[in-house]
């Protein structure tokens, strides 16, 4: 598998804004989609947050909606989340998940960031 390397979070008050970074700690070839998780403290599961789908179409949970933005690099190595308007609630550990195609040897990836927190202050 692919190695993650996410970055971009940390402290901000809130109606701030940070901008997720998500990428391979390695050479790869292309990333086809791109799902961004959270968990929040002492919750059991994963929460939806965004997609990004090969042809670019985005998708978002109603909780962020209007406030977060999924998008990719132009190389198609990067996976990017910005958040405005950040709230107490968006607190959590945000978690990439991605789908590419790697590179020597090519071949189809599916992996997961090590989780990069987010803490909203009030």
């Known amino acids: 598998q692919v190695r993650l390397s996410e970055s971009g979070g940390g402290l901000v008050q809130a109606g701030g804004s940070l901008r997720l970074s998500c990428g391979a700690a390695?050479?790869?070839?292309?990333?086809?989609?791109a799902i961004w998780y959270r968990r929040a403290a002492g919750k059991r599961q994963r929460e939806y947050v965004a997609a990004i789908s090969n042809d670019d179409t985005s998708n978002y949970a109603d909780a962020v909606k209007g406030r977060f933005t999924i998008s990719r690099d132009n190389a198609k190595i990067t996976v990017y989340l910005q958040m405005n308007s950040l709230k107490p609630e968006d607190t959590a550990v945000y978690y990439c998940n991605v789908r590419g195609v790697g590179y020597r040897p090519r071949r189809d990836f599916s992996s997961w960031g090590q989780g990069i927190q987010v803490a909203v202050s009030s």
């Open positions: 390695e050479r790869i070839e292309t990333i086809n989609d």
